[in-house]
């Protein structure tokens, strides 16, 4: 696919007490479900970490903010900046039943957008989302005027925002996981729960 797919792993996971992309799901870190899932489509994988060092395992391209400590958007910037493609699909590195299916689907529907962005029972999801890497500039503009806030970029794109209407293929469920964040104890508990479940079902 002529996209490429960025990770974000920058969070300080103060709610979850370590670093959530290297817990263990499974017997693989959830850093590595994701990149392994990923992989399946996307030839191109940008991690965005500051910390390099930790994921030399993955054996992907990392790169670090140039704005640090500006939050999720200059992890953004970060990625698409670095990025050989118009078309980036970014996400999260707290959300371990990602879909590439679900990925390809947003990546298809941006056209000539700034960015896709699901809308999931009226919560906005931009960190599971598509960006053109022409909005790059503008990323900039909004981390250098102090608006950090994700919905404060958004404002000033032009974007395609997708409800669960559009995505009939998908029941509740399965949107569910697939948007589903594992920032605290309890959510890591509940991942690893599903994802052997799931494993069961797979015969595995």
């Known amino acids: 696919m002529k996209a490429a797919a960025i990770i974000l792993s920058g969070g300080k996971s103060s709610r979850m007490g370590t ?9 693989k870190t959830n850093i590595e479900r ?3 899932t990923l992989k399946l489509s996307f030839n191109d ?4 970490t500051n910390h390099p060092e930790q994921y030399t395992f993955l054996g992907v391209k990392m790169v670090s903010d140039v704005y640090p400590g500006q939050g999720p958007l200059a992890g953004v910037h970060a990625g698409l900046n670095s990025s050989n493609h118009d078309k980036n699909f970014i996400v999260a590195c707290d959300m371990p039943f990602v879909s590439v299916e679900l990925a390809e689907v947003l990546v298809q529907k941006c056209d000539d957008y700034d960015a896709v962005i699901p809308v999931i029972h ?20 909004s981390i250098e005027a102090g608006r950090l806030r994700m919905k404060h970029l958004l404002d000033h794109l032009n974007v395609r925002y997708i409800t669960e ?9 399965d949107l569910e996981r697939v948007f589903f964040n594992m ?3 309890n959510e890591y508990e509940d991942a690893k729960r599903w994802a052997e479940a799931d494993d069961l079902l797979r015969g595995k």
């Open 122 to 141: 009226g919560v906005q999801h931009p960190l599971f989302a598509v960006f053109d890497k022409k909005a790059t500039d503008k990323v900039v503009n």
């Open 19 to 27: 670093n959530k992309a290297l817990l263990k799901i499974n017997e």
């Open 34 to 36: 994701i990149v392994d």
């Open 165 to 173: 209407k559009d995505l009939q293929g998908y029941s509740s469920l």
């Open 45 to 48: 994988i940008i991690l965005v």
């Open 183 to 185: 920032n605290r104890p």
